[in-house]
């Protein structure tokens, strides 16, 4: 058979993550301490994203009481769906511990630090089915030192899509802002638009290309200025999509220590 291509290209529009979703963290159903250790570390990392609204143990724990329901029952029939239904939220994170093992201790016998390995799994609250996951570690250390990396890890998780939406000839104007956490030092990857084209009686979406990095300067609650760091082929032009690609460096609560695509 003869392919015929039509042309045309119907652009498809950026694709924006810019609205606060509700983010459960599932408690531990573990009793060991070094479990909801992490469980808690990993939750008030996530609160500091601000890109959600984090409901952790303690969130729980005093809805489901004003609600005359018990946390326990619930994860014990391992139920995230009701948990979602009742706090409004659409996804969870749920940790697993794969290897802890003690590395230090002090004169009392007081473990100092470990090596450490876990996953951070993304749920859909809808269907109990896993969306994304991300690994983290081996670690080493004590837990302040574990942070950083576990930061890094959420933000690879959820990262931040927006819209570019204007060009001048020194600046981006990018539609986030430190509403979803977005601080100077911030890149984004700026991606040209999906094109939806037919081919004979088929039609396709056909990807967006890879046009560049600009990088966060000033931010507002809902919009960023941002500089073209690198570029290649195309110019940069409004409603273009944009994806986060986290770094160490671009936290407000760590220093520049690695870049990461």
Known sequence: SIWTTNLTAQLIKANSNTQKKRLVILPS?????IHSQIVDIVATEASKLTRYEVYNRQDLEDILEEQSLQMSGLMTNEDPIKIGKIVG?????????????????????????????????????????????????????DFSQMRPQISLKLRQLFRISAEVLDVDSKEVLVSVGEDLGVVKGSIFEVVS?????????????????????????????????????????????????????????????????????
């Open 29 to 33: 159903n573990k009793q060991e301490k």
């Open 193 to 261: 638009p999906d094109e939806k084209r037919k081919y004979g009686e088929k039609e396709v979406v056909i990807p967006g290309r890879s046009i560049g990095f600009i990088k966060i300067g000033r931010t507002s609650m809902e919009t960023s200025r941002s500089k073209i760091i690198r570029r290649w082929g195309k110019e940069v032009k409004a409603g273009y999509s944009l994806v986060e690609q986290p770094t160490m460096g671009n936290s407000i609560h760590y220093g520049i220590i690695a870049v990461s695509y």
């Open 89 to 141: 939220a659409n996804e969870a994170i749920k940790i697993t511990i794969d290897e802890s093992i003690p590395m230090s201790f002090d004169k009392s016998n007081v473990m100092m630090g470990m090596v450490l390995s876990f996953s951070i799994r993304q749920i859909d609250l809808s269907t109990s089915q896993t969306i994304n996951s991300v690994n983290v570690g081996p670690l080493m250390g």
